[in-house]
């Protein structure tokens, strides 16, 4: 069973840093989009990055370009997500999400458990 676990969410000031990342083990990694969505309390979830299968294409909400980076290392099966300048509304779950449907912003596929991101004060 495909697994992808989620790890790095915490609670950080505002202006500050984390990095999160993703673990992917029994999936063929490097055929899979992979992108990280984020759902925050009553809100839908939404994409928030998106990396092709070789990492030539990245893809970015409006909301977090220029802040967050989405990257990924294939021979470790993991794809990360740095973000800086973080700001209150960026607080959510955020969700890892594996789809070998191509470069295409609509979720599917596998989806991690979740990990959360609190930025307070």
């Known amino acids: 069973q495909v697994q992808l676990v989620e790890s790095g969410g915490g609670l950080v000031q505002p202006g500050g840093s984390l990095r999160l990342s993703c673990a992917a083990s029994r999936i063929i990694f490097s055929i899979y989009t992979m992108g990280w969505y984020r759902q925050a309390p009553g809100k839908q979830r939404e994409l928030v990055a998106q990396?092709?299968?070789?990492?030539?294409?990245?893809r970015y909400a409006d909301s977090v370009k220029g802040r967050f980076t989405i990257s990924r290392d294939n021979a470790a099966n993991t794809v990360y997500l740095q973000m800086s300048s973080l700001k209150p509304e960026d607080t959510a779950v955020y969700y890892c999400?594996?789809?070998?449907?191509?470069?295409?912003?609509?979720?599917?596929?596998?989806w991690g458990q979740g990990t959360q991101v609190t930025v307070s004060s």
């Open positions: 999400n594996a789809d070998d449907r191509g470069f295409r912003p609509v979720p599917g596929g596998y």
């Open positions: 990396i092709s299968t070789s990492g030539g294409r990245t």
